[in-house]
């Protein structure tokens, strides 16, 4: 079952979890935030945060039907009068995770922008609803070690940051442009006989040791983002996992199918 919420700003679609997959999402939430206070406390804020981000687009009584938490508690969460308890903030983070829809919410976001052009800039120029990815993202790779965050474009930088001092790991960029001095990974990629592009990435940022997170901006054919893994196996890092904001169509799928990504919203494209 699913619920649409609107508002003038943004629309969500809010689907039903069944209550094992809250269950098993719950424990692991549990068992990566219970190892201190800090921890704990940490998920608690977290937590508060999420409801604010939701609050904006979702009354009280629809964050009632995603959380089962009365609407006065809600609202002391959402103004800050209480925390969550670290149980409560577990049941509310397990239940936003599975329930809020990115597809529905990125292709809304897009249609919104009414471009014939998908600039990511653009369409995740709020910064809450960078937030609210990066969480969701965050949630999902919870569990993992992260060293080194990768990003390859400048549009997904926002969302590789707040990811990153989550890991409590550096945000490396992959580079369309060399530097006098500083030594790179790099590949030529040959779009069309006119187009013609370079990847790099710095040598020193990188090392053997690494757990790389790839966050990527938009795939089409996914000839780039191909180029950037063949850049960071040169490396011998681990890469941990590998996201996609937004597909293009789906020319991608074939090229990038060995390398399990995971993308989060697929547009259709258009000849």
């Known amino acids: 079952m699913y619920m649409r919420v609107k508002s003038r700003i943004r629309r969500l679609i809010i689907r039903r979890p069944i209550e094992h997959e809250v269950s098993v999402l719950a424990e692991k939430i549990v068992k990566v935030y219970s190892r201190s206070k800090a921890d704990r406390l940490k998920l608690r804020l977290l937590a508060r945060d999420v409801l604010r981000l939701l609050k904006p687009v979702m009354s009280y009584r629809d964050l009632y039907s995603l959380t089962g938490l009365p609407e006065s508690v809600l609202c002391r969460y959402v103004k ?50 960078s937030r609210l990815l990066a969480t969701i993202i965050m949630l999902e790779l919870m569990g993992k070690e992260v060293t080194k965050v990768i990003t390859t474009a400048e549009a997904v930088l926002p969302i590789a940051t707040l990811l990153a001092i989550e890991f409590n790991a550096p945000v490396v960029l992959v580079k369309r442009r060399s530097y006098p001095g500083i030594q790179y990974y790099n590949v030529t990629i040959m779009k069309s006989p006119k187009d013609i592009e370079s990847l790099y990435v710095d040598k020193d940022l990188i090392s053997r040791k690494d757990k790389l997170l790839v966050l990527a901006d938009v795939v089409y054919t996914g000839r780039t983002l191909e180029a950037v893994l063949q850049i960071l196996e040169k ?13 293009l169509g789906r020319l991608w799928e074939e090229r990038l199918k060995p390398y399990n990504v995971k993308v989060l919203s697929v547009v259709p494209f258009e000849f």
């Open 80 to 129: 800050g009068s209480i925390l969550p308890s670290f149980e409560q903030a577990v049941k509310i983070l397990a239940k936003v995770a599975l329930s809020v829809d990115l597809n529905y919410l990125l292709k809304d976001l897009v249609e919104q922008e009414k471009s014939p052009v998908i600039d990511l800039l653009r369409v995740l120029k709020d910064p809450y609803i």
């Open 235 to 247: 490396s011998r890092a681990e890469i941990v996992d590998i996201i996609a904001v937004m597909g």
